[in-house]
Nanobody
């Protein structure tokens, strides 16, 4: 399974971005999805996950109320709508997928995209 993330960029504080991630080559009917981020010199950090049926989502406290994760199984895609962005959200954002379990632990995911840079200026 190959994942391709897109939608990153430079935005001012308070602005919005929408990240997308597409899966290709999957033989699974649906995937659990996660978004993580990693700033230079820091650990990879959980942002959000959504179950493959879209019924359950979980968010890091730092993004709760500002970010929304959603998925489209027909297109094998996941999205991360990011509103009210803050300079502290500046990071490389990675999408991840797993056919078996959603998780806040990045080590539980089998498939990863290359990442997309999000930079929020103050």
């Amino acid at each position: 399974v190959q994942l391709q993330a897109s939608g990153g960029g430079l935005v001012q504080s308070g602005g919005s971005l929408r990240l997308s991630c597409a899966a290709s080559g999957s033989t699974f009917s649906a995937l659990h999805w996660g978004w993580f981020r990693q700033a230079p010199g820091q650990e990879r950090e959980f942002v959000a996950f959504i179950t493959r049926n879209g019924e359950r989502a979980m968010y890091a406290d730092s993004v709760k109320g500002r970010f929304t994760i959603s998925n489209d199984n027909a297109k094998n895609m996941v999205y991360l709508q990011m509103n009210s962005l803050e300079p502290e959200d500046t990071s490389v954002y990675y999408c991840a997928a797993d056919p078996w379990f959603p998780s806040i632990d990045y080590r539980e995911y089998d498939y990863w995209g290359l990442g997309t840079q999000v930079t929020v200026s103050s």
